[in-house]
């Protein structure tokens, strides 16, 4: 069955740190690639997208994924993090077929230390 | 365009009490997601729609659970008694035609406690 994995449930990172949200997928073909962000209280709201092309995907708020289709990868990176960025963050997948669903990970929450 | 719209944004209910949540989604946009969030499990796809045709219900947790799309423009999700195990933040999303699975605008979501 397909699945989306983010191994780690909560992130701690200093404000100007770097920061890297790891997931991993477990799909037969390369699904689309979703990050979204979840803020307090709000709906998600998408960060970036992978659908085909280019393996790194440059997305809002400085962030950027990166395909590795050797490792059914689509880790999330900032160079620079700000307090503003803590929030709880989601890798999703959408599948290449007739089905057309969006599968969320269960969510990685990030807190930014000052 | 608003955005998606869904209402009540909080909704307090007594188990067994009729819930509805209702969903405007972007205008132009043929599928539409519902999508339960809890601690424990996540975010997790009840059901979802194309051209008010529900496409996939298998997330429904129970038949205490319905939901319909009437028009374009208006879906509802019904749980029918409610329990406390219902509480949680149920979000409605909705995406556009010509490209699967293309980015899902989310609402900002019904929190739904049953005591």
């Known amino acids: 069955a397909q699945s989306v994995t983010q191994p780690d449930i909560h992130i701690t990172v200093s404000e100007g740190a770097s920061l890297e949200l790891r997931c991993n997928y477990s799909y037969g073909a390369t699904p689309y690639l979703f990050w979204y962000v979840q803020s307090p209280g709000q709906g998600l709201q998408l960060l970036l997208k992978y659908f085909s092309g280019d393996t790194l995907v440059q997305g809002i708020k400085g962030f950027e994924a990166e395909f590795k289709r050797s490792q059914s990868s689509f880790n999330l990176r900032k160079p620079s993090v700000h307090w503003s960025d803590a929030a709880e963050y989601f890798c999703?997948?959408?599948?290449?077929?007739?089905?057309?669903?969006?599968?969320f990970g269960k969510g990685t929450r990030l807190h930014i230390l000052p | 365009d608003a955005g998606v719209i869904q209402s009540p944004r909080h909704e307090v209910t007594e188990m067994g009490q009729e819930v509805t949540l209702r969903c405007k989604p972007i205008s132009g946009h043929d599928y539409l997601f519902w999508y339960r969030q809890t601690m424990m499990r996540g975010l997790e796809l009840l059901i979802y729609f194309n051209n008010n045709v529900p496409i996939d219900d298998s997330g429904m947790p129970e038949d205490r659970f319905s939901a319909k799309m009437p028009n374009a423009s208006f879906s509802t999700l019904k749980i029918q008694p409610s329990e406390p195990r219902d509480s949680a933040v149920y979000f409605c999303?909705?995406?556009?035609?010509?490209?699967?699975?293309?980015?899902?605008?989310f609402g900002q979501g019904t929190r739904l406690t049953v005591v």
């Open positions: 999703a997948v959408g599948l290449r077929n007739r089905d057309d669903k969006i599968i």
């Open positions: 999303a909705s995406s556009a035609p010509g490209i699967r699975n293309t980015e899902a605008f």
